[in-house]
């Protein structure tokens, strides 16, 4: 499949919408960016942004790999609907305010902060050892593959990926000095997980709906043989 906006707005927006929800990468950029300031917490945010960096290369090669309509072709996208689905009902389930995650993140500090190179370190090791990040990755390029998305096509949606992480992350450091800023954040950020749950559960009864619908036509292939 070539470059497709509709498909495009899709995956964006689903990655997007998965980045407003804050997980651990966004407490440790949280506390970084109290404690030593926005721009030395820019180091976390690259190297969190690396890792998941290194999750959708391994998607992209790992499914361009697989022969497509193989059992463990559909089997891969069938778990990774399974798993979207999972994480959207865990987040409308468990939806809530952040304002004593936030508290507890810690306050202004006078402490000095780690070498440029400790701190990408951080960074990089709390986004490689997320097993969520390598599934949401995972699940979202099996998708793609399903669909027959092109290697150039998936390659620019990591690259995008990859820019969004790095700019969102950058973003909430910065933006983390601003009291009107996370006070709205965390206004609304039940609403937001909220949201971000029922399109990762609308994309994965899509992928679900695609699987069954390639698995009657592969029967019905076989049958008229």
């Known amino acids: 499949m070539a470059f497709s906006w509709q498909q495009f707005i899709l995956v964006a927006g689903a990655h997007f919408l998965a980045l407003l929800s804050p997980g651990p990468d966004f407490f440790l950029i949280v506390r970084g960016a109290l404690l030593h300031g926005w721009r030395k917490a820019a180091a976390l945010c690259l190297g969190i942004a690396a890792a998941n960096g290194v999750f959708i290369a391994l998607a992209i090669g ?3 790999a ?3 309509h193989s059992p ?6 069938a778990g990774g609907c399974v798993y979207l689905a999972w994480l959207g009902g865990l987040l409308i389930r468990h939806a809530r305010p952040v304002d004593t995650a936030l508290q507890a993140a810690g306050g202004p500090g006078a402490a000095d902060a780690p070498p440029w190179h400790r701190r990408f370190a951080t960074g990089f090791a709390s986004g490689i050892l997320n097993p969520k990040n390598a599934l949401f990755y995972a699940s979202l390029f099996s998708l793609l593959a399903g669909e027959h998305t092109t290697g150039g096509v998936q390659f620019a949606y990591g690259l995008w990926m990859f820019g969004a992480v790095l700019g969102w992350d950058l973003l909430v450091a910065a933006g983390i000095g601003h009291p009107a800023v996370m006070a709205c954040f965390a206004r609304y950020n039940a609403a937001i997980e909220r949201v971000t749950g029922a399109v990762l559960l609308l994309i994965a009864a899509g992928g679900l709906w695609l699987l069954a619908d390639a698995g009657i036509a592969g029967w019905a292939g076989s049958a008229t043989q």
């Not at 463990?72 to 996208?77: E, G, H, M, P, S």
């Open 62 to 64: 790992g499914f361009s």
């Open 66 to 68: 697989l022969r497509p």
């Open 72 to 77: 463990l072709f559909y089997a891969l996208q």
